[in-house]
């Protein structure tokens, strides 16, 4: 149900104003302006209790506790302590900048050792601007040497706004609607897990069996920019601006969960989300010691009113300021030293070119066009999707593979990289040190990708998701109606339970040279379901043939995975049957990507190499099978298959 509208708009925003901020301190309350916005905080606690705006007395949702509207939040373990969920409240208030342009506010819980609560010292901030229409928060997490072991499984910002105002939600582009009401949710029948509702009695019949999920609406850290929602009858827009990914868990390719019903509105800086416990990021040790700063990140409020479709054009300066913002990081007006500035930082430059002849036989080198290169904590190759703990800078090259990554804090890095389309990760054999005005240029680097001869054959690309594959329409009555027909159609609720109905009996046959993978490989390797909780393993076929076969080598099969969740694949070649699998992936993955809309998780590269006479002249047949067969959601999406000849010498 989109409703955006393509009509001729003019924006009208609340003009800047040139009045100076203030700041009123009350029993119990902190109270910021500047013309545009009015913030209020509890006093010790740091809770953003209200939010006025634009005739709105509070955006926020006062049907809620004053601690359940604006607040961070910490899910966290030790081992006496399983999943903790603590609202992180200040026990110190202190005003740390105070002029005509610029307030800075703390509110910070400190640690006592003596109590089992979360052992962490953390220092929120929040910021107000002159003339800007919004408010900045962020917050300094630190540990000591002495402290206990623990865990920190999601960390993050949330707003609760009023229901009955914001009802409009706003993702991307393509990704926005009028929404269903947690009302709507209530009545509706749950299905495989509780975040999934089909909506069987909401109040507007237009949601009547609609499938309503959290996790349909989340995006990759690199895309997950900005944010909202929209109230119609104010014309009012609510969004989160997140400027940069430095702070963020795993990379640019890790997925997080953004705006959903509530209405909720999310900056989420560390989750297990589309990773599971694979994501060693943010476990310590006893007496590890540790500091990050998340954050800032902008909540921006707009107006329009004019047009009587607001939602296009706010939509439109809200992405407008997120470009700003972006723009000015890393920011100049935080006061805290453990955020530098811009002139406290450094930058690094070079050229990433890509040594493979097979892919480009008249050239044994060449640029390696829009690969994501970046610098993160050291660490082995592709280690930075499980980092958390430190920070992650990251840029894309041009075509003739340049980059340049500027902003980034003075430390210890590996430079790691990856491009779409080809196999395998990328690490600098060198350490990088950033020092403060640092200015490095690495020159060429070439990437080698893992490779043993010509390609023989091959399924899918290799771009670490398997958004290429075959992926089936929804079940019509349990849909969403937004991703009918839309880029994202793996968005849609239950896809896993079509590959039985397209495989009841047989398991997938993929025929290099006559199949499609687009059309006839599945986008995961699901279990079959044969009664409500009891499922069985499947095994998948890919037949091909060979005219000769070359003895006395060993032929190399690429695999990579774009998920698993407590999966385990055996490979046989031409035995099916073999008391023993020759190749196996282990025991892997917690991702939880298939059953949450991720059309990718963590990437898993393996690499077989196949002796000669496990194949023979004519059809062979490869094997794969996924044995974990738990539930629906044990399962595997591949990313990209390849066969290699050995090379004649």
Same mark, same amino acid.
């Given at each position: 149900?989109?409703?955006?509208?393509?009509?001729?708009?003019?924006?009208?925003?609340?003009?800047?104003?040139?009045?100076?901020?203030?700041?009123?301190?009350?029993?119990?309350?902190?109270?910021?302006?500047?013309?545009?916005?009015?913030?209020?905080?509890?006093?010790?606690?740091?809770?953003? =209790?209200?939010?006025?705006?634009?005739?709105?007395?509070?955006?926020?949702?006062?049907?809620?506790?004053?601690?359940?509207?604006?607040?961070?939040?910490?899910?966290?373990?030790?081992?006496?302590?399983?999943?903790?969920?603590?609202?992180?409240?200040? *026990?110190?208030?202190?005003?740390?900048?105070?002029?005509?342009?610029?307030?800075?506010?703390?509110?910070?819980?400190?640690?006592?050792? +003596?109590?089992?609560?979360?052992?962490?010292?953390?220092?929120?901030?929040?910021?107000?601007?002159?003339?800007?229409?919004?408010?900045?928060?962020?917050?300094?997490?630190?540990?000591?040497?002495?402290?206990?072991?623990?865990?920190?499984?999601?960390?993050?910002?949330?707003?609760?706004?009023?229901?009955?105002?914001?009802?409009?939600?706003?993702?991307?582009? =393509?990704?926005?609607?009028?929404?269903?009401?947690?009302? $709507?949710?209530?009545?509706?029948?749950?299905?495989?897990?509780?975040?999934?509702?089909?909506? =069987?009695?909401?109040?507007?019949?237009?949601?009547?069996?609609?499938?309503?999920?959290?996790?349909?609406?989340?995006?990759?850290?690199?895309?997950?920019?900005?944010?909202?929602?929209?109230?119609?009858?104010?014309?009012?827009?609510?969004?989160?601006?997140?400027?940069?990914?430095?702070?963020?868990?795993?990379?640019?390719?890790?997925?997080?969960?953004?705006?959903?019903?509530?209405?909720?509105?999310?900056?989420?800086?560390?989750?297990?989300?589309?990773?599971?416990? *694979?994501?060693?990021?943010?476990?310590?040790?006893?007496?590890?010691?540790?500091?990050?700063?998340?954050?800032?990140?902008?909540?921006?409020?707009?107006?329009?009113?004019?047009?009587?479709?607001?939602?296009?054009?706010?939509?439109?300066?809200?992405?407008?300021?997120?470009?700003?913002? *972006?723009?000015?990081?890393?920011?100049?007006?935080?006061?805290?030293?453990?955020?530098?500035?811009?002139?406290?930082?450094?930058?690094?430059?070079?050229?990433?070119?890509?040594?493979?002849?097979?892919? $480009?036989?008249?050239?044994?080198?060449?640029?390696?066009?829009?690969?994501?290169?970046?610098?993160?904590?050291?660490?082995?190759?592709?280690?930075?999707?499980?980092?958390?703990?430190?920070?992650?800078?990251?840029?894309?090259?041009?075509?003739?593979?340049?980059?340049?990554?500027?902003?980034?804090?003075?430390?210890?890095?590996?430079?790691?990289?990856?491009?779409?389309?080809?196999?395998?990760?990328?690490?600098?054999?060198?350490?990088?040190?950033?020092?403060?005005?640092?200015?490095?240029?690495?020159?060429?680097?070439?990437?080698?990708?893992?490779?043993?001869?010509?390609?023989?054959?091959?399924?899918?690309?290799? $771009?670490?998701?398997?958004?290429?594959?075959?992926?089936?329409?929804?079940?019509?009555?349990?849909?969403?109606?937004?991703?009918?027909?839309?880029?994202?159609?793996?968005?849609?609720?239950?896809?896993?339970?079509?590959?039985?109905?397209?495989?009841?009996?047989?398991?997938?046959?993929?025929?290099?040279?006559?199949?499609?993978?687009?059309?006839?490989?599945?986008?995961?390797?699901?279990?079959?379901?044969?009664?409500?909780?009891?499922?069985?393993?499947?095994?998948?076929?890919?037949?091909?043939?060979? $005219?000769?076969?070359?003895?006395?080598?060993?032929?190399?099969?690429?695999?990579?995975?774009?998920?698993?969740?407590?999966? +385990?694949?055996?490979?046989?070649?031409?035995?099916?049957?073999?008391?023993?699998?020759?190749?196996?992936?282990?025991?892997?993955?917690?991702?939880?990507?298939?059953?949450?809309?991720?059309?990718?998780?963590?990437?898993?590269?393996?690499?077989?190499?196949?002796?000669?006479?496990?194949?023979?002249?004519?059809?062979?047949?490869?094997?794969?099978?996924?044995?974990?067969?738990?539930?629906?959601?044990?399962?595997?999406?591949?990313?990209?298959?390849?066969?290699?000849?050995?090379?004649?010498?």
């Amino acid at each position: 149900m989109y409703l955006g509208s393509s009509v001729t708009y003019k924006l009208y925003l609340l003009q800047p104003t040139t009045k100076s901020i203030k700041l009123h301190i009350y029993n119990g309350y902190v109270v910021m302006g500047n013309g545009l916005i009015k913030v209020t905080l509890s006093n010790p606690g740091g809770m953003v =209790t209200g939010i006025e705006y634009n005739g709105i007395d509070n955006v926020l949702d006062v049907h809620q506790k004053e601690s359940r509207r604006g607040y961070w939040d910490v899910v966290w373990d030790r081992p006496s302590i399983k999943g903790a969920f603590e609202q992180i409240q200040g *026990t110190n208030f202190k005003v740390i900048a105070q002029d005509e342009d610029k307030i800075e506010l703390s509110f910070k819980k400190t640690y006592d050792h +003596h109590d089992t609560s979360l052992p962490l010292n953390i220092d929120k901030r929040f910021i107000m601007l002159r003339g800007e229409s919004g408010f900045y928060t962020y917050a300094i997490f630190e540990r000591l040497e002495d402290w206990p072991e623990f865990h920190i499984g999601e960390a993050r910002v949330a707003f609760k706004l009023r229901e009955k105002l914001f009802n409009y939600m706003a993702v991307s582009d =393509t990704i926005q609607r009028l929404m269903p009401t947690n009302y $709507d949710r209530e009545r509706g029948h749950r299905l495989d897990y509780k975040e999934a509702v089909v909506l =069987t009695r909401p109040k507007d019949s237009r949601f009547e069996g609609e499938v309503d999920d959290k996790y349909q609406y989340s995006k990759d850290n690199k895309d997950n920019h900005l944010h909202g929602w929209i109230c119609p009858k104010n014309k009012v827009g609510f969004w989160v601006i997140i400027p940069s990914d430095e702070f963020r868990t795993g990379g640019p390719f890790k997925q997080e969960l953004t705006s959903h019903v509530g209405p909720t509105a999310l900056a989420v800086f560390d989750s297990h989300h589309y990773a599971g416990e *694979t994501l060693t990021g943010l476990k310590f040790k006893k007496g590890e010691p540790w500091k990050k700063v998340f954050g800032p990140v902008f909540i921006y409020l707009n107006s329009n009113s004019d047009s009587e479709e607001p939602h296009e054009a706010l939509w439109k300066d809200a992405k407008n300021q997120m470009e700003i913002e *972006t723009k000015r990081w890393p920011y100049d007006f935080p006061v805290s030293i453990d955020f530098p500035h811009a002139d406290q930082r450094g930058s690094v430059n070079g050229r990433l070119l890509i040594n493979d002849r097979y892919i $480009d036989p008249n050239r044994r080198q060449f640029p390696a066009k829009s690969a994501y290169v970046g610098l993160a904590p050291p660490g082995d190759e592709g280690s930075w999707q499980l980092d958390g703990k430190g920070y992650q800078f990251w840029n894309q090259t041009d075509e003739q593979g340049y980059f340049n990554i500027t902003g980034i804090r003075q430390g210890n890095y590996n430079l790691f990289a990856w491009v779409p389309t080809v196999f395998g990760d990328y690490k600098y054999e060198a350490e990088i040190e950033i020092k403060r005005g640092s200015e490095i240029n690495l020159g060429n680097l070439v990437f080698t990708p893992p490779r043993n001869g010509p390609t023989l054959w091959e399924i899918g690309i290799s $771009d670490r998701t398997a958004a290429e594959f075959y992926i089936p329409d929804p079940i019509p009555s349990l849909r969403n109606y937004l991703f009918d027909n839309h880029t994202d159609k793996w968005r849609q609720y239950g896809l896993w339970n079509q590959y039985a109905d397209l495989y009841p009996n047989q398991d997938l046959l993929y025929t290099v040279g006559v199949s499609d993978y687009s059309k006839d490989w599945f986008f995961a390797h699901v279990n079959r379901k044969v009664s409500d909780n009891e499922f069985e393993p499947t095994t998948w076929r890919i037949q091909f043939d060979l $005219d000769n076969v070359i003895r006395g080598r060993s032929y190399t099969l690429r695999l990579a995975l774009a998920s698993a969740d407590y999966a +385990h694949l055996q490979i046989r070649v031409n035995r099916e049957n073999s008391p023993r699998p020759p190749f196996s992936t282990g025991g892997l993955g917690r991702d939880n990507a298939i059953a949450r809309h991720g059309i990718h998780g963590l990437y898993w590269p393996f690499s077989f190499d196949i002796p000669w006479y496990m194949l023979v002249q004519g059809r062979n047949t490869i094997f794969l099978k996924q044995v974990h067969a738990l539930t629906a959601f044990n399962g595997i999406m591949y990313d990209y298959l390849r066969l290699e000849e050995p090379l004649e010498f």
